[in-house]
């Protein structure tokens, strides 16, 4: 069975932290590329980062970049999201995805298959 299963989202006040992870069975275990997406209500699904599994380069928005980072244990068949410095606006439902290639607009969440429940994070000003 196919299955992500996200957890660690929460509510936390501007300027903390939370670490995300996301358990990865089945056949997303393999995939070469993992990645974090977020929605928040009202908005488009945005991008936030992305690890190329096969040898751990990893990718941020630009809107993230320096404050996440993203990173994988392969023991554990996990993808975890570090977040810190964290900001209102990164209020949003989290989702991790898994792909075997990227296609264009793969920023867009195109060609990633496989798709958790989604982990919600609040931060309050």
């Known amino acids: 069975q196919v299955q992500l299963v996200e957890s660690g989202g929460g509510s936390v006040q501007a300027g903390g932290s939370l670490r995300l992870s996301c358990v990865a069975s089945?056949?997303?275990?393999?995939?070469?590329?993992k990645a974090w997406f977020r929605q928040a209500p009202g908005k488009e699904r945005e991008w936030v980062a992305l690890?190329?599994?096969?040898?751990?380069?990893?990718y941020y928005a630009d809107s993230v970049k320096g404050r996440f980072a993203i990173s994988q244990d392969n023991a554990k068949n996990t993808v975890d999201l570090q977040m810190n410095s964290l900001k209102p606006e990164d209020t949003a439902m989290y989702y991790c995805?898994?792909?075997?290639?990227?296609?264009?607009?793969?920023?867009?969440?195109?060609?990633?298959?496989?798709w958790g429940q989604g982990t919600q994070v609040t931060v309050s000003s």
């Open positions: 089945g056949y997303t275990y393999s995939s070469k590329y």
């Open positions: 690890i190329w599994t096969d040898d751990g380069s990893t």
């Open positions: 995805a898994a792909a075997d290639l990227l296609l264009a607009s793969w920023q867009r969440g195109n060609g990633f298959g496989y």
